[in-house]
């Protein structure tokens, strides 16, 4: 299988803005630029990979079906747009917060690179050229634990930076920007 760049998206926060524990579409908004940051690294070769935490499914706010619902909705938000979400994963688990069967630590929830190591595995992505957006540590730490080219930390959620690689940026189009000069 040949090896083709992901663009990985953190989806609260990067995808759409952040509203805490969101499952319903009428609660989405996107955030300006991400349909056509997701154009141009289409264009470009990327495949595109939601990666997400979703502790409100830990926590019992909503269910893995509600969730799975919003996503569909969401897909064809996208596809709207000209653009193809090649995956999605989530980890509904949490260590502290998780209840029942969701209470427990997971090799999938960020800062632990299991999601992006098992959408490499399934899609044949190489994850040496692949970048990350996300808003949080986790998800720089996330992306420097896969190996990722580059991971971009989008202003605002951690005021004192993250330890680890990244790049600071204030909106999306700077990362397609970014993209559109790289070899």
């Known amino acids: 299988m ?19 524990f969101l499952y319903r579409p009428a609660d ?3 955030l300006d630029g991400i349909f056509p940051l997701c154009r141009a690294a289409q264009q470009l070769g990327y495949r595109l990979v939601i990666v997400t935490n979703q502790s409100g499914i830990a926590r019992g706010l909503y269910t893995t079906a509600q969730f799975e619902e919003l996503m569909d909705w969401m897909r064809a938000r996208f596809a709207e747009q000209g653009v193809t979400l090649t995956a999605v994963y989530h980890c509904p688990y949490h260590p502290e917060y998780g209840q029942g069967e969701f209470h427990r630590e997971h090799e999938d929830r960020k800062p632990s690179p299991g999601m992006l190591l098992r959408a490499a595995r399934e899609h044949g992505l190489d994850l040496t050229q692949s970048i990350l957006i996300g808003d949080r540590c986790s998800d720089i730490a996330a992306a420097n634990s896969a190996g990722c080219r580059q991971a971009f930390l989008i202003a605002g959620t951690e ?3 993250c330890p680890g690689a990244y790049l600071a940026i204030d909106r999306l189009d700077e990362v397609e920007a970014w993209l559109r000069t790289q070899p």
Do not use: I, K
Not at 2 to 20: I, K
């Open 2 to 20: 040949t090896q083709t760049p992901a663009l990985f998206l953190d989806r609260d926060g990067v995808v759409n803005h952040e509203v805490g």
């Open 28 to 30: 989405v908004r996107f």
């Open 159 to 161: 005021p004192a930076g």
